[in-house]
């Protein structure tokens, strides 16, 4: 295993053996946060847990600081993805008003059915290299880059591409959101991706023109999902007639969404 | 001579405020309904009615004659327009360019039989009609020559949706402003017959893929003073006599009407100037006849962009012909002066047009006039002179303030700063000299007006020719001068200038 | 002598004067205002965006949605609640209620409950607007109030969908419905959609609507409302009412009839393509290519020399639907470009 992992380091292994230890004694979930941070001294980190634990919610939060990787770990036994998530926010404004943060946050859940592999956790330690600046990468067991199936989505919507963005990508899939007809489709000529998913009423070039140009284009096994407010009967109709995998009506279920999606994939 | 010239200036001065006055007096009146319409279309979220079954289907009708550099941009920009279920009727009016052949090869039309072509109301025969199931919302109709109220019954023929609308081949429609005209027409389908979106000058903005992308205040004089005019005209102006139900026109640019009553009324009236103020005057006359109730209704929020007259020339010929037209339907419909049963448009609305139409111009101008005579037969009175032309812009100004401030409040205007003080500039620019010019077109209107009423008959066809030379020839002009990617600039505001008569 | 008309001239420029520069102070002290809380709404959202994130991630999580961590300055709330608001009216289905469970957690719903009591109109109108996204069930008795302090004004359809938007039960359904139909008679089609953005199941209501045989307006909502709908409950009803005296009322029956075609009887679908009325005879035509049903091709040959254009038309255009399934090539003649649906 570690010949295949090449960043695999030492940080890997002690959170390896603490998270599995964690789950051993009372706990059945385990959180962990990962930030790049500056260095910082015990008397912090005990004042950061602390303050973690101000509403006695994170009775057991341990923080460590890795002197090798320049990075802090706040382990959080007892808590979901969800609530560890949640207390990364904290977190991060923590570091942040402290001044200390330098790079990329990131967090990750696991729990006694779940138990963390080491390339597992091995994954969730290079998700900290990969992430934005002060970013919270979520680490849900997602595959890497290479092996997802892309998707371009194509709507006028900022606040929808933002919201499906970050789902889409907690399920695995590398999204390339579009605002527009025109970009939406040079973003599949370039990609050639396994899955559009496109509104109808789009400025400059309709969904219909997108579904039609991508029916005959080289790129034919890329399939077409239709999220769209415009769906009455006879839009349906069209979108099906040429050649749309299928239609989803707004306001969506993204649950959905997200399992038709499987299925057309799969 | 002198007391009577200076008596005449100051009567002049106070007709003017006196008319302002009135009309900010319409204002306070109707601030309530206003206020409804705003508040209701504020919070309102349209992407929801846009895919809505119970929303009515729409037939657009796109009269288009030599409309070459823009018809294509203009219908892709319809195409992406977030509404449920509606056609494009693109007439073709027998067009001397390639505007046909362009549709043909954009959107590889074929010829197909003109199965749902009715013969509602009178127009030329049609040659063609073309569709490509590709493109299941566009329709394309050729037609022999007939001027553009004859293109529009062409296309009211040709329509299969209940509701039309029109628009020019030259102006861009917000993707939001056909749901927004339909939903107020939805609030009460019996009552309202008719219902008009606002025009906005597009010149100076940044367009792209058929869509305003930034608005912004032209840079050149002219269409900038136009964008005061009608940001004035249409906040200040329309809504007033919207809710008081005295609206005499629905831009051609932008509007929305029932089918049924626009058949009822015969359709739009050919060889009419001013066919969009013609064809709400008959839909008035026709209600107040019956005694029907009815409404006009200008939806402020639903936004049509436009392209202004750039040259004083065209925007001269621009604003006769404007003029010919009001006066032309305004003789027609003289009958509905002072008649109680045609209420508001009697009493009110008629007398304000030809009030306005005809003797601000005069009153300005004269008033002008006197005073400059005034003057120089005693320079020492100068002040006089500058108090009335002082008058004239402050009444401007309050117009103008008046209007930004109901587009700020009510809509979050977009303009930046700088372009807003720019349109405080022009608008005090506009009470000295564009205002004059302005009189002046329309005294030449009138003349024109006067002049061919002698000889109503065939003088009316000669004129049309003699007058559209003018534009056809500096738009061609302009076309091959302007190597721009954007939009070639081009006049109208639902009044096409470059219709003429072939024979 | 010259100075009476100067003095007059006077009052008037400064009145002029007055009013326009108070506007123009009014105006720019709007803008700024607004320019002000803009950015810092815009600040807001940045600062908020791995809240945002979080939401994101975990709204399919089994716990519920935290407001974010640490103390809101008035701005930043509004600022969450309008991306919220947003996203909510985006999307459906169980998300949706964590979101509006969410929106009542940070105290939103509350907020502007407060803000429905205000002597203002406007505010009352957004606060009603808002609350409607918010899916505020427990509000749901205030908005039907303040609908009923509406009357005709357009407003009424705001304040009225955001009372379907709420509503939780039928009979909160009914009263909106009810004094929607008798303030805004015209507005059927506008009622019925405002109707259909309720989470309920309207067709009970309609059903019980068609009862009131003798009143044409809500015989009326409730034809538009069962149309493009799917219930055999309403089969029965709507089958009375194609005999109705009032032409409308048919026309709108036949509609939504013929949205049963399968549960229709060949012999029933006879009488409508023959009906006296034309409207009936086209919508019945038409629905016999839509739905390729087996029918006798007679009659629609029959229909393709009918008086009236519309039948005609839909005639030529179901006989190209059915395709060549043995009829004249008379039909394929006047009906190739009959795709004119």
């Known amino acids: 295993m570690n010949t295949v992992y090449p960043a695999e380091s ?129 680490y849900h067991g997602q595959p890497r880059a290479s092996e997802a199936p892309t998707v371009v989505m194509i709507d006028p919507n900022a606040d929808l591409l933002e919201f499906l963005n970050i789902r889409l990508g907690l399920q695995g899939y590398d999204v390339m959101p579009a605002q527009d007809g025109k970009e939406g489709l040079r973003l599949v000529a370039s990609f050639q991706p396994d899955l559009v998913i496109t509104e109808l009423a789009l400025p400059a070039l309709d969904g219909y023109q997108i579904i039609h140009r991508i029916r005959n284009s080289p790129n034919r096994d890329c399939q077409v999902v239709v999220l769209t407010d415009q769906a009455v009967e006879q839009d349906i109709c069209k979108c099906f007639e040429l050649g749309a995998a299928d239609v989803i009506k707004k306001p969506f279920s993204p649950k959905e969404l997200e399992a038709r999606l499987k299925r057309l994939l799969n | 001579m002198r007391t009577f010239l200076l008596d005449y200036g100051i009567a002049a001065t106070y007709l003017i405020v006196g008319s302002g006055l009135m009309y900010l007096f319409i204002l306070a009146v109707s601030h309530q309904r206003m206020l409804s319409i705003v508040k209701s279309s504020v919070n309102s979220r349209y992407r929801e009615l846009a895919g809505s079954e119970y929303v009515p289907p729409v037939s657009i009708l796109v009269p288009s004659f030599n409309e070459e550099p823009t018809i294509i941009e203009n219908v892709h920009s319809l195409m992406t327009l977030e509404f449920p279920v509606y056609e494009i009727v693109v007439v073709n009016d027998g067009s001397t360019d390639r505007t046909l052949q362009v549709l043909l090869d954009t959107f590889e039309l074929q010829p197909c039989s003109p199965a749902s072509f009715r013969s509602l109301v009178p127009s030329k025969a049609i040659r ?330 065939n003088m009316v066809r000669r004129s049309w020719q003699d007058e559209a030379a003018i534009p056809v020839v500096s738009v061609k002009a302009r076309v091959s001068r302007t190597k721009t990617p954007q939009r070639t600039g081009r006049l109208t505001d639902g009044h096409n200038p470059i219709y003429i008569e072939m024979e | 002598m010259w100075m009476e008309p100067f003095d007059q001239a006077a009052t008037v420029l400064y009145a002029l004067s007055l009013t326009s520069a108070g506007g123009f102070a009014a105006l720019f002290l709007l803008r700024a205002r607004r320019g002000d809380a803009d950015e810092r709404t815009r600040q807001s959202l940045e600062k908020h965006q791995d809240y945002f994130a979080y939401l994101s991630a975990n709204i399919d999580g089994a716990e519920p949605l935290l407001p974010p961590p640490g103390q809101l300055s008035p701005i930043e709330l509004k600022a969450i609640q309008s991306k919220l608001l947003e996203w909510i009216e985006t999307i459906g289905g169980e998300y949706r209620g964590r979101l509006t469970a969410l929106c009542r957690e940070l105290g939103l719903v509350e907020q502007e409950r407060k803000r429905l009591r205000s002597p203002k109109h406007a505010v009352r109108i957004e606060a009603a607007y808002r609350l409607g996204i918010m899916r505020a069930e427990q509000c749901t008795d205030e908005l039907l109030q303040l609908l009923e302090q509406e009357g005709g004004e357009s407003t009424a359809f705001v304040v009225g969908r955001s009372a379907a938007k709420c509503a939780e039960t039928l009979d909160q359904l009914r009263r909106l419905l009810l004094h929607l139909i008798e303030y805004h008679p015209d507005a059927q089609q506008l009622i019925a959609d405002i109707i259909a953005s309720s989470s309920l199941d309207p067709a009970p209501l309609y059903i019980e609507l068609l009862r009131m045989e003798d009143r044409e307006t809500p015989v009326c909502v409730a034809l538009i409302g069962l149309t493009g709908r799917n ?111």
């Open chain 3, 231 to 341: 219930d055999p409950d309403a089969f029965g009803p709507l089958n009375r009412f194609i005999s109705s005296e009032c032409k409308e009322i048919r026309i709108k029956a036949a509609k939504a009839l013929l949205q049963y075609s399968h549960m229709l009887p060949m012999e029933r679908l006879g009488d409508l393509i023959r009906h006296s009325d034309w409207e009936i005879r086209a919508v019945a035509i038409k629905a016999i290519g839509e739905w390729q049903l087996d029918f006798d091709i007679e009659a629609l040959n029959e229909g393709m020399a009918d008086e009236e254009w519309w039948v005609r038309h839909y005639s030529a255009a179901s006989l190209a639907q059915l395709g060549p399934a043995g009829y004249p090539d008379r039909a394929f003649d006047l009906s190739a470009e009959g795709g004119t649906r």
């Open chain 2, 128 to 457: 063609n009609v073309y569709r490509n199931p590709l493109y299941p919302r566009l329709v394309v109709i050729d037609k022999e020559n007939g001027g553009k109220a004859d293109a529009l019954n062409a296309g009211i023929n040709a329509a299969q949706y209940p509701l039309v609308a029109t628009i020019d081949a030259d102006s861009l429609l917000e993707k939001d402003a056909l749901i927004r005209l339909v939903k107020v027409y939805m609030e009460n389908p019996q009552q309202h017959i008719a219902v008009g979106g606002n025009v906005r000058i597009a010149n100076g903005s940044t367009i792209g893929d058929g869509r305003v992308l930034s608005p912004k205040l032209s840079n050149k004089w002219l269409p900038a003073m136009q964008y005061v005019e009608y940001v004035r005209a249409f906040l200040g102006g329309r809504i007033g006599w919207s809710a008081m139900n005295g609206l005499l026109i629905v831009s051609g640019a932008f509007g929305l009407f029932r089918k049924d009553y626009l058949v009822k009324v015969g359709g739009y009236e050919a060889g009419c100037p001013g066919e969009d103020m013609n064809i709400v005057m008959k839909l008035h006359k026709y209600m107040l006849d019956r005694n029907l109730p009815y409404r006009v209704v200008f939806c402020p929020d639903a936004v049509c962009w436009t392209q202004a007259p750039d040259t004083l020339r065209m925007l001269g010929a621009q604003r006769r012909r404007w003029l010919r037209g009001s006066l032309w339907n305004v003789s027609r419909f003289r009958g509905m002066l002072f008649i109680p049963k045609y209420k508001v448009i009697g009493w009110l609305a008629l007398p304000y047009t030809i009030i306005y139409e005809i003797f601000s111009p005069w009153i300005r101008i004269s008033g002008l006039a006197a005073l400059v005579g005034y003057v120089l037969l005693d320079m020492t009175q100068l002040p006089i002179l500058l108090i009335f032309l002082l008058a004239n812009l402050l009444v401007g100004m309050v117009f103008t303030c008046g209007s930004l401030l109901i587009e700020e409040l009510a809509f979050r205007s977009s303009i930046r700063t700088n372009d807003l003080l720019r349109i405080i500039g022009f608008s005090a620019m506009m009470a000295l000299g564009y205002d004059q010019l302005s009189a002046c077109w329309k005294l030449l209107g009138l003349w024109d007006y006067l002049r061919r009423n002698d000889a109503w008959g």
């Open chain 1, 10 to 138: 030492g940080l890997t292994q002690r959170l390896f053996a603490q998270v599995n230890d964690t789950l051993k004694a009372p706990w059945t979930e385990c959180g962990v946060i990962a930030a790049s941070t500056h260095g910082i001294n015990r008397h912090l980190l005990h004042n950061f847990a602390a303050r973690l634990n101000k509403d006695g919610e994170n009775p057991a939060v341990q923080v460590e600081y890795e002197e090798d990787t320049g990075c802090v770990v706040f382990l959080l036994p007892g808590q979901s993805l969800a609530s560890t998530h949640f207390t990364a926010l904290s977190a991060k404004n923590l570091l942040q008003d402290a001044d200390l943060l330098i790079g990329g946050m990131s967090v990750a859940g696991f729990s006694e059915s779940d138990p963390p592999t080491e390339k597992a956790m091995n994954d969730f330690v290079s998700f900290l290299d990969g992430s934005e600046p002060s970013e919270i990468a979520v």
